[in-house]
């Protein structure tokens, strides 16, 4: 089991899987509040982007807390692990989303 929720966590945080909940979640508040449905497309990329980046870190804590991670040194450690998995799980997103665009 460690195994395979440890596999998932990576996937999650590096491999696109926080970008599909993100993007879904943000669909999901367009559908469900017109004041989100109102404003522009710019916005909402950027809540979906802002969402993905979140989710990730939030797997990334849960790697470490589980111990599938080292802990970071200090503050600069934990502020370099954050930053990079919110870069990587943006990029990942973005290009899922790019691709799943330019295919329809």
Known sequence: ????????????????????????????????????????GEIKWYASLAITAFLAMGAHFLEVGFEYQPIPVGWKGWVE???????????????VYRRKMASA
């Open 1 to 40: 089991m460690d195994d395979n929720f440890a596999s998932f966590l990576l996937w999650f945080g590096t491999s696109g899987g926080a970008g599909l909940v993100g993007f879904w979640f943000v669909e999901k508040l367009k559908e469900n509040w017109p004041w989100f449905a109102g404003l522009t």
């Open 81 to 95: 692990a954050l930053f990079s998995v919110a870069f990587v799980s943006i990029v990942a997103a973005t290009s």
